[in-house]
Every structure is written in C-alpha cells, then in structure tokens.
C-alpha cells in the first residue's frame, strides 16, 4: 500500500516547501525594512505569486529581467475608495535565477529593497 504520511517531522527543514521557504525569505527581508522604515512602510502590503498575471505589455511598475516579470509595485489609490500601496514579488521567475538557496535570499533582498526604493522615491542604496 506503500507509505502515509510524512516521512521527516514537521519541524525538520526538510518539511518546508519552496514556497515556505521564499516566504520567509520574503518576510526577513520586510521585517528588516520594517524595524528602520516603519513610518514610511505603514500601511504597505506585500504579497507573493507564484507567476506573473499573461500581459502583452508591463508598465513601468514591473521589474522586469529580460521579458520576465521578477516583481511589480502597485502604488496605491487614496480616496473615498483607498487601496494601500502593493509590492508583489513573483517566486517562480525568481527561483529559476539562483544558484542555490543564498543565491534565491540575495535576490529576493535586492528586488525588495528596488521596490521600496521606487515606492519611496529614493535610491536603493539609502535602504540597503
């Protein structure tokens, strides 16, 4: 009938996917961001998918690499109707262009910090 079940424990790494564990890539690189840019990044969503949307042409929100979309930052709308400001980072393109698991953590950092960066309208190196 062949095995059920897990074959490592829960908290053994080998447990945690590879969307896990691009999640918590992500969320050491915001958290970082957070503790020194909390006022600026109040408010400020971040989200991850695994591919970009099908669109014939990105705008200039989309960080791209090549023709593939790595990320994309949806300023935001104030009013009656307000939609807070969304970094969106894409793991599939951004897996396939690292090496290893550092590799994956580097980039996801530097993509993160080019987004923000654009947000804010600052230069990614005040926030590196």
């Given at each position: 009938r062949g095995l059920r079940g897990r074959l490592v424990p829960a908290t053994v790494p080998l447990?945690?996917?590879?969307a896990e564990v691009f999640d918590d890539l992500v969320l050491d690189t915001v958290e970082?961001?957070?503790r020194?840019?909390?006022?600026e990044l109040a408010g400020?969503?971040?989200?991850?998918?695994d591919v970009p949307?099908?669109?014939n042409v990105y705008?200039?929100?989309?960080?791209?690499?090549?023709?593939v979309p790595l990320a994309r930052l949806l300023p935001g709308r104030p009013g009656r109707q307000e939609v807070p400001p969304r970094i969106v980072l894409y793991r599939r393109p951004l897996e396939s262009r690292a090496?290893?698991?550092e590799d994956l953590a580097d980039l996801v950092h530097d993509v993160i910090i080019e987004q923000v960066a654009n947000l804010l309208g600052v230069d990614p190196?005040?926030?590196a």
């Open positions: 447990a945690r996917t590879k970082t961001l957070e020194r840019f909390a006022k400020v969503e971040f989200a991850v998918e949307p099908e669109l705008d200039s929100d989309v960080l791209e690499d090549g023709e090496m290893d698991r190196d005040e926030l």
